[in-house]
């Protein structure tokens, strides 16, 4: 225990790039709310069903009470108080602050409540932020202002050029809409103007064909962005069936022929088809964001699956914290516990030398992020 | 170890809800029909493999013979030998008394051999015995019966509440049959009247039409019955290639908003899709039945991947014994020892109190059974 | 600790038989190629991402530098120039020498390199070395020879007949090509040979067509031949959509009504359900080759994984080595390590005896490929 209890030191001192989050709460929560937001439910469970009786509830409970003063295990109901007591702007503070980051990428292209937008963060975090353009935010935006269709796609082109030289990356909803099934190539002019007539139509345009996820992508590629892929677990809306990695492995070789970098967000329960491509395809990346939180106690075992076939120089770090502060600083914390766990138990087993432990753990806390986003 | 003794102690001392279970044989068997009744194999294995050479074989030497007076690890030929001197009544007697079940959910829809009925079995386990309705075997009963087409709907439908009152819940076996992909509405008169029509036919009805699968659970629906859905794991009928409990997300999201739960039974190796499933919709709840007992010492880690996403108020038990005693008292003992492992290990490493593991216990083991069937 | 170590000195006494695997280069190989050859990606990595970083580099690492006279965790330069000081007919023959090996079933059908064929395996192993035919690569050879397409089907047969009996198995690399799916029955004369048209047409031939793959898999069950099956993990061209050994279900259960065995090679990250499939199949047994080397410290997690449903009657050890020598060697170590481990690690909780550790031990080291191959 103390060699691990050593590299859990030094991971701790290492600052993290949390590659993709999101925006927090500005406004306090109640019980409820704050339980809906715990987990990717939509509230928080049935009448005798609390979402803090589960693995993130439990490692909420474990590592959060103190940072507001309380003591660990503190129960929900004690917790959600004290956290009204300190107020948002408080608790925001404290968790970003006591999150250990470097830098952030924030996705901002989803905020249906008011909350914190990337220079805020940083500040809060005392760290770098940065913005990840989410494509069918764009796109919809573009529909909205009431474009014809035959100018959809250039305007669309245009803005996502405009925008690439102040963001790190793009982010593709596609399987929250159509689903990863996606062929590789570009989708044809006619099939663009085709879909983006339909999307036009409605009053609140939602991009959810096929061809116009694809050619959102496209649209990055061509501005050399990376593109980040949601993939796997998410709400209910994120169609599992329809989520798991190897379906976009057309588009990927194709990304890859370009030259540009795919990270493939989440990615829970795929995660080991995801390592597969990030061992086959030069140009794709892995993470565990959401589910490591989601996991609590069992993120460790996540990690080590992930890190099964996906080389060391290819995993990045994301917390994908949404709303509660907390996230930020669970999913790192979390992350660090997982990823000290796993080194400090391949030293203790003569697997690996400490060296290496401590030139990996600098890789996947934040040198492989650094890399491919340049940053 | 001390802590995790205490722990299984305490679990020990707690009564199990079998949630789903059939009947055990009445009479003896000799060791070719043990062997093919241990697993999901339709025999003993080829030439030279014996089933008994299994994790679920290991398991039952391991644990069983001690209840019958012979030593732990005794051989096959040994134990099947003891428990012919002591007869099936007496077989069934032990183990059945040994298993701590405080209820028992029963299965009457599938006995090809003599079986003892949930009466019985409840009598030796001194549990309370409820039933659970088989839909395919009341639609099989009425075709066989020569109702006319046209009637087979009403019929089915007004047999179907006549036995709600009766019964705890419904099980559906579409997933040996037509598979779990299955849409969320309600199948028209018309389709099943054309399926019953073509069910008929046959001087033996199987029903293997989806439409009338999913017509069997709207019946269930409409009744206020839950739905017990075989899901993954079983013999080589349960197409495993169809029973992804994802492919169910349509009639479970239906099912919810019809406020009637949905129970999807063993699981493996899907089972951290279902554990998905029991977080984003608060009508699903799960169990790894059949799976535990196959699993023997691996069961821990399939409960354990099972409560990564499943918050813990949407775990059962369930044992899906059939035929041999040995498999009631077995997967009691097993889900026993992996919940006592796994809650230990956490307050072991204070990632939660033993107040709020004894917590957890409570729901898995019996409430949330309890609460969900109202029994 | 004490324990283990006795079991995994067994171990080490016990030869293994590597029922899968293909040639090594006769020739040195300089770093780039050698990180090539390590992992299935096709080279070794983009620019700053080095293939030596992951847990096959890390175990290769860990493992090899001492055969060659070098310390453990030695740096990837200082290995692969040791290993070009030493000449490559030395690095073959001293990790073939140290792999323990009583025989190797060589798949001869996969060699765009120069490499060493089963006699000069099975002499440097000090082993019996057979061969495994490839199917394909005998309907390419004569596709290429320009028989016409009416003759190709009868051709085909009658040279898979005439190698039969010089050969222990035949190799189907379907999952490459046109994915497992494939219907039971034997296609149609005019399938075969309207794809043998095709086929033909190319200077080049590769079989690619469905019924193509499924006419070779008939010959060779109807020349009595177990057939091996590529499943899940590969290079990028083994489409892991299409790899999923569920798929073969239908052929499978063909092939166990003629009596034929059949070999289920790799499968992670579908392990679970190949296991499955030995348990329900009576003739299909399975392995985890390839993946066990690329999982390093995590290939004992692997083979607790497939041991899960899989009878311990039905697994076989392989490495599926290609080109370097040293992945005999570590295939064979990581291999009696992961099960020493789990065998150790039962017998140290009371889930099984010493003896029956022992015995399982020599069956999947050995017995299973023995009685199944005949050898």
Redesign the interface.
């Known amino acids: 225990m103390g060699r691990k209890r050593a590299v859990l030191e030094y991971l701790e001192s290492l600052p993290l790039v949390d590659h993709h989050c999101h925006g927090t709460f500005e406004a306090d929560v109640d019980r409820a709310a704050f339980e809906a937001a715990l987990?990717?439910?939509?509230?928080g469970?049935?009448p005798?069903?609390?979402?803090f009786?589960?693995?993130i509830g439990?490692?909420l409970?474990?590592w959060c009470p103190p940072v507001l003063d309380l003591d660990?295990?503190a129960g929900p109901d004690d917790y959600v108080e004290r956290r009204a007591d300190l107020g948002a702007a408080e608790v925001n503070r404290r968790f970003l602050a006591a999150s250990g980051l470097r830098a952030l990428c924030v996705d901002t292209g989803h905020a249906p409540e008011r909350i914190l937008g990337p220079a805020a963060l940083g500040e809060l975090a005392g760290a770098d932020a940065h913005e990840v353009l989410r494509l069918e935010t764009v796109a919809e935006q573009v529909a909205a202002e009431g474009v014809d269709a035959s100018g959809f796609a250039a305007e669309v082109r245009s803005r996502i050029e405009a925008r690439a030289p102040s963001v790190v990356a793009a982010k593709s909803i596609a399987a929250y809409r159509a689903g990863l099934e996606m062929p590789g190539h570009r989708p044809s002019d006619a099939e663009v103007a085709a879909a983006a007539g339909r999307l036009m139509r409605h009053l609140e345009p939602r991009v959810r064909e096929e061809p116009l996820h694809r050619f959102l992508v496209w649209c990055a590629v061509d501005a050399g962005l990376p593109v980040q892929f949601h993939v796997g677990?998410g709400?209910?809306d994120a169609?599992?069936?329809r989520g798991?990695p190897?379906?976009l492995?057309e588009l990927l070789?194709a990304m890859n022929d370009a030259g540009v970098p795919a990270m493939l967000l989440h990615n829970?329960?795929f995660h080991?088809?995801a390592g597969?491509l990030a061992?086959?395809?030069?140009?794709v990346y892995v993470d565990a964001g959401l589910a490591m939180n989601?996991?609590?106690?069992?993120a460790h075992?996540?990690l080590?699956e992930l890190?099964?076939?996906?080389?060391?120089?290819?995993v990045l770090y994301s917390s994908d914290a949404y709303g509660l502060a907390e996230l930020y600083y669970l999913g790192a914390l979390l992350f660090r516990r997982a990823l000290a766990g796993q080194l400090a138990g391949?030293v203790d087993?003569?697997?690996?030398?400490s060296g290496?432990a401590r030139?990996?753990a600098e890789?996947i806390t934040r040198g492989n992020a650094e890399?491919v986003y340049g940053i």
């Not at 061992?279 to 140009?283: D, E, G, I, R, S």
């Not at 890190?307 to 290819?314: C, D, H, I, T, W």
């Not at 087993?349 to 030398?353: F, I, P």
Request: hydrophobic share 35%.
């Open positions: 987990t990717e439910a939509e509230a469970g049935p005798g069903v609390s979402m009786d589960s693995q439990f490692a409970r474990r660990a295990h677990y709400d209910l169609d599992l069936r798991d190897l379906l492995i070789r829970y329960p080991r088809n597969y061992q086959v395809l030069p140009n989601n996991l609590g106690h069992r075992v996540l080590c890190l099964e076939l996906a080389p060391f120089g290819k391949g087993d003569g697997a690996w030398t290496d030139r990996v890789m890399r």
